[in-house]
């Protein structure tokens, strides 16, 4: 399986501060993607990074892959109120669906 | 508004009753999908449409039907279901189903008595 799996599995901050949360996989991939879900809703695309980058920007996030290490990492910078939410990291290849995590829950705290 | 809609937002059934999801939408893709979220459970993909045509079934019991008579319009029809059934129920669209970018719907709330 080339599931990622994120961690750590919940992260707790205050505001202002930066949140890294973290995802391996297993299998060679096309691209790696991040997802948000505010509690009971669905998911919302945040970022994508194809296999042959190394990071991407996309406002106050960075998004990092070391194919070597099979890992990326997300880092949201000056965290607010309104980035608590659950983050997942998804898995592409060429030749079948999306393959999600499990997911980052990350409480950002006023 | 991701042009993804689901409906109803909430339901409530029996376990003898029928009932059906909903999915619609507005984003001319080619690949729709059911996914299954429980509490404390990863995402769990339910089935997978390609241009009308099923791609993927990953083992879901047979009290969940699906149909895709066009290529912006998924069902999930209930039957006979089980307390564990209850679960949020997320429908998503692609442009395409291998590895695209997915836009999800609001989900509908299940709730199995």
């Known amino acids: 399986s080339q599931q990622g799996e994120e961690d750590p599995q919940a992260l707790s901050i205050q505001e202002g501060e930066n949140a890294t949360m973290n995802c391996s996989y297993k299998t060679s991939i096309n691209n790696l993607q991040w997802y948000r879900q505010n509690s009971g809703r669905g998911l919302v695309h945040l970022i994508l990074?194809?296999?042959?980058?190394r990071e991407k920007h996309s406002g106050r996030l960075r998004v990092t892959l070391d194919t070597s290490k099979k890992s990326s990492s997300l880092l949201i910078t000056a965290s607010r109120a309104a980035d608590t939410a659950s983050y997942f990291c998804a898995t592409g290849s060429g030749y079948s669906t999306l393959t999600f995590g499990k997911g980052t829950m990350l409480l950002v705290s006023p | 508004e991701t042009g993804v809609t689901q409906t109803p937002r909430h339901l409530v059934m029996g376990m003898t009753n029928k009932k059906s999801l909903k999915c619609e939408q507005h984003?001319?893709?080619?690949?729709m999908y059911w996914y299954k979220q429980s509490a404390k459970k990863p995402l769990e993909l339910m089935f997978v449409y390609s241009l009308e045509e099923r791609v993927e079934n990953n083992s879901v019991p047979s009290r969940f039907s699906p149909e895709c008579p066009n290529s912006s319009h998924l069902f999930l029809h209930l039957h006979t279901l089980q307390p564990e059934d209850s679960a949020l129920y997320l429908c998503?669209?692609?442009?395409?189903?291998?590895?695209?970018?997915?836009?999800f719907g609001a989900g509908t709330r299940l709730s199995v008595l």
């Open positions: 990074i194809r296999s042959n980058e």
């Open positions: 998503a669209s692609s442009q395409e189903w291998e590895g695209s970018i997915q836009y």
């Open positions: 984003l001319g893709h080619n690949a």
